[in-house]
């Protein structure tokens, strides 16, 4: 099984290669090359929507400007239709920024809507100019040919067309495990994690919807040059929900997915065309109906897609271990001990008529574990939110090592040294332990999309590699380097998070109630991480309820309740307080 996974790409180029000499009917090579054609789009859909979370119903129009931009080009100015690609990239590319820049802020339902109607509007776009030729379309765009060679149809359409696909496949592998890969994945689970870790999630959306619509266009090229043809109707908004049909029936959250989904859908087609006719006795557009009743029962019973049967069964080998001689990441310069690392001023913070936080004050040495208590409801999470940059403040100040921060964005905060857990765990749980870690040394590295995609990032990735591991045995979690974070117990979750936060090389470390749901042995696993790592320098501010926790690790406490400042001292000292025991059992102080 593990043969399987390693090897399945090569054994998919043998296909490939055997199924391009072999003496194969013309009618199998000419449905190869449209599931070729529909596996390029199904895998930007696999980034968009499977990875970052985005449903588009509008990539169908991103092949139309491909398949227009070489067919208006070639038949225009009489240049190659390699220059028509180039154009057609380029138009692409400008296009999707634009729409991605201004629609990919919406969230929830307004994005998929938003989707629909630039589907639409490019349709009717292409539908109604008079150098496009109408509803007409172009004819007589010529076919492909390479170093002299006639690749525009049969079997050389075919080499081309599935050499593309697999160069796309594998680019997008690379991709997806890599420094930005690892952001971009991040995206599903929403944006505070990811921009606390430093991700700029808006650039990160924009860029995957770019690379979606590259392949889609690129899809349109391939397609009008083996036409010889364009005119609107495969580009308009039914085509761009088969798209999303197929890849969702394959699995839209894996590579393979899309071109799985490519292939059933397309083999489905044509079976049902030829049987659903003879069954019933009229002939009709009836496999759109079998295809609705198939994606509800895959959305029922198999919401992953037919390729996470594949992936369920093959176990996945441990990633080679390759970056023991990396070396180490730079380091930031810490306050010494002591130092003034948190000052935060008068906070305020209303939801409405409520004040969640009344303008509260503490300070934060330098190498201190400082406990932030109080009843539920009192204002604790709020206030870490308001230093962390999640939450904007209504009034007040927070200064971190003598610079303001309030007021700044999370990924900005994190930037300058401050990083965080949460109180319900925020991981990528189809990652290993070890690909969750790395994900906090995001600011640490700079490769980007084009240096993943091509293998320049090596020595980079493996620098983030070696520091995630050494983050990982720094919490004692060096055995689970390669386990699935989704698979782990609520214990080591939430030390892989510490883990994470720590491998950013934070000034200052916050932990969001880290014992919440922990049993007892993990409770004390996690107050010995947190007592090694303030010997180990460490600043700390910690949010937590578990009383015990906090009096045995906290060197200084802040207690809050309705939002105000109750008391602050040693933890010896708010044991005494009767204000606190008050507090705590709700009676009047
Ligand atoms: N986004 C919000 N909108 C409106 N009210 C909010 C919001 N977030 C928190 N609150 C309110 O602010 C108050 C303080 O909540 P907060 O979560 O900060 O308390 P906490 O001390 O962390 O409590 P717990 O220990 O239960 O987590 C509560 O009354 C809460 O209902």
């Keep these: 099984m593990l043969l399987a996974r390693r090897y399945g790409l090569l054994a998919l180029v043998i296909v490939l290669a055997v199924i391009a000499v072999a003496p194969l009917p013309d009618f199998w090579i000419t449905q190869l090359n449209y599931i070729g054609l529909y596996s390029l789009v199904c895998l930007g859909l696999v980034l968009l929507t499977g990875i970052a979370g985005l449903t588009s119903f509008g990539q169908a129009a991103f092949v139309g400007i491909g398949a227009y931009a070489t067919a208006w080009v070639t038949l225009n100015t009489g240049l190659s239709p390699w220059l028509g690609l180039l154009a057609g990239l380029a138009i692409t590319g400008v296009s999707a920024l634009i729409v991605g820049g201004i629609t990919l802020r919406m969230s929830g339902h307004y994005l998929p809507l938003a989707t629909i109607a630039w589907g639409l509007s490019l349709y009717y776009l292409m539908s109604n100019l008079d150098a496009l030729g ?12 390479l170093f002299g060679m006639e690749v525009g149809q049969g079997r050389g359409f075919f080499a081309l067309t599935w050499f593309i696909v697999v160069l796309a496949a594998l680019a997008v592998i690379r991709l997806l495990d890599s420094r930005p890969g690892r952001a971009m994945r991040a995206l599903r689970t929403g944006t505070q994690m990811a921009e606390a870790m430093g991700v700029n999630t808006l650039r990160y959306k924009i860029v995957i919807f770019i690379i979606a619509a590259l392949l889609a266009s690129v899809s349109g090229w391939l397609y009008a040059h083996y036409q010889h043809s364009v005119n609107p109707s495969p580009f308009g908004l039914k085509m761009g929900i088969e798209y999303l049909f197929m890849t969702v029936v394959g699995g839209v959250g894996y590579v393979w997915g899309a071109i799985t989904g490519a292939l059933l859908t397309k083999l489905l087609e044509d079976q049902l065309q030829v049987l659903l006719p003879w069954l019933i006795g009229t002939s009709g557009s009836y496999e759109i109906i079998v295809f609705g009743m198939v994606l509800v029962i895959v ?23 390759d970056w023991a001689d990396a070396a180490a990441l730079p380091e930031r310069r810490k306050p010494a001990a002591g130092e003034l690392v948190l000052d935060v001023q008068s906070i305020r913070k209303e939801f409405g008529g409520l004040v969640a936080v009344n303008d509260i004050s503490f300070k934060l040495h330098a190498g201190q574990i400082l406990g932030l208590i109080g009843p539920n409801g009192a204002g604790k999470s709020t206030t870490f939110n308001l230093v962390t940059g999640l939450l904007r403040l209504t009034s007040g100040k927070v200064v971190f090592c003598g610079e303001t921060i309030s007021g700044q964005r999370s990924r900005e905060i994190a930037r300058r040294g401050i990083s965080r857990t949460f109180q319900h765990v925020r991981m990528i749980p189809d990652m290993t332990v070890l690909e969750n870690v790395a994900l906090g040394a995001h600011l640490r590295g700079g490769k980007g999309v084009v240096s993943a995609m091509t ?27 390669h386990e699935q974070a989704g698979n782990l117990a609520m214990g080591p979750q939430r030390l892989m998070e510490i883990a994470r936060a720590l491998c950013s090389d934070p000034a200052l470390l916050l932990l969001d109630e880290p014992a919440a749901g922990l049993r007892h042995k993990e409770k004390q696993a996690l107050a010995d991480v947190l007592r090694q790592l303030r010997s180990e320098g460490v600043s700390i501010l910690l949010v937590e309820h578990d009383m015990d926790l906090v009096m045995d690790v906290c060197d200084h406490l802040v207690v809050m309740e309705f939002g105000t400042h109750l008391m602050e001292g040693t933890p010896a000292e708010v044991q005494q307080s009767p204000a606190v025991r008050a507090a705590y059992l709700g009676t009047e102080h």
């Design 134 to 145: 109408k509803y007409d379309g172009l004819l007589g765009v010529p076919g492909l040919s």
């Design 299 to 321: 959305l029922k019973y198999l919401p992953s897609g037919l390729w996470s049967l594949v992936e369920s069964r093959l176990p996945r080998p441990p990633r080679s271990m």
């Design 455 to 481: 293998g320049l990032n090596r020595q980079e990735e493996r620098q983030l590699m070696r520091e995630a591991q050494r983050q990982l045995e720094r919490v004692g979690m060096g055995a689970s380097l």
